[in-house]
């Protein structure tokens, strides 16, 4: 796991969003899994930037989301589909066709849960994978407790999930308990994985994913099984960090690797 500590939320967004266009412009024809909320929006705005102005091009890429609330259709505007159009995909140019929101008005959610899982198979699996995180640690909607090997799926919200979320339905009782999410398992299989976390009130999780151990309880920490993560925060989220010197040591060797400058062997 790679930790990125940036000062602000701004700068650790376009860490994370020339991560993402490195690889869009290395792989013109890829595959990007994308999350909602709060965390993924300045990223998103970094990135309907650098389509506008530097030609970012999304043509021939196709996304899948992580999740949706059971029952809220497309244009109801707390749905993750109406979220995704509003917030990215209406300003690049990516063919809506490629774009996959899982389906809340899904009849037969394990049917439909297979055949989303089938989707991102025949798309050839997820390249690049972002993910937010929520107080209790979860990632996507996969709830404390949900097997670490679980795939998309109906999903019952935690009470705390219902919380953080009252804020944009306007009250708890409005927000959907319902969700259907990929699962720890199919985030798992995602070549990469982007995990990004902003402010105080994300510290603790972020502590307990990145130096806790791995467990249901914190989803999240099963991301410490995967070859491939960098967690991107800004201070207040890296503030619980136990191993924080570390980290920048490690970014400090990848800068020096980058620019080719080891002192101790020009020294020696
Ligand atoms: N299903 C989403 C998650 O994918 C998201 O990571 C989390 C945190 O949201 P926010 O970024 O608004 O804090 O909220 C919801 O639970």
């Known amino acids: ?20 266009a490195r690889l869009v412009r290395q792989k013109p024809v890829c595959t990007l ?16 930037r650098m389509h506008q102005e530097e030609g970012l091009d999304f043509s021939r890429v196709t ?17 993750y589909r109406y979220f995704m159009q ?8 990516v063919d809506v066709r490629n774009t996959n929101v899982p389906d809340g008005r899904a009849l037969d959610f394990e049917k439909y849960g297979e055949r989303y899982e089938q989707l991102i198979e025949d798309a050839g699996g ?10 209790d640690g979860h990632i996507a909607f996969n709830e404390p407790g949900s097997s670490l090997g679980s795939r998309t799926r109906l999903k019952t919200l935690a009470p705390e999930t219902v919380r953080d979320n009252a804020r944009f339905f306007g009250s708890e009782k409005a927000v959907p308990k319902l969700a259907i999410t990929m699962g720890v398992g199919t985030i798992l299989e995602s070549r990469r994985c982007l995990l990004l976390a902003f402010g105080e009130n994300k510290a603790e999780a972020i502590a307990a994913t990145v130096e806790g151990p791995v467990t249901a309880q914190v989803t ?13 925060l800004d201070e ?7 191993r924080r010197e570390y980290y920048e040591e490690v970014e400090n060797a990848h800068r020096m690797l980058e620019t080719g400058k080891l002192p101790w062997i020009e020294e020696a």
């Not at 899994?33 to 309907?48: D, M, N, Q, V």
């Open 86 to 93: 509003k917030n990215l995909f209406d300003h690049i140019n």
């Open 126 to 135: 997820i390249e690049l994978q972002v993910l937010g995180i929520g107080t």
């Open 33 to 48: 899994g994308l999350a909602t909320g709060g965390t993924p929006l300045k990223l998103y705005g970094e990135l309907i």
């Open 236 to 242: 207040a989220a890296a503030s619980k960090l136990a």
């Open 1 to 20: 796991m790679r930790v990125i500590i940036e000062s602000t939320p701004e700068a650790a967004s376009r860490r994370a969003a020339q991560m993402v």
């Open 63 to 79: 996304t899948f989301n992580l999740d949706e609330y059971v029952g809220l259709p497309p244009s109801h505007e707390q749905s």
């Open 220 to 232: 999240a920490s099963a991301l410490q099984l995967h070859r491939e993560v960098v967690v991107v």
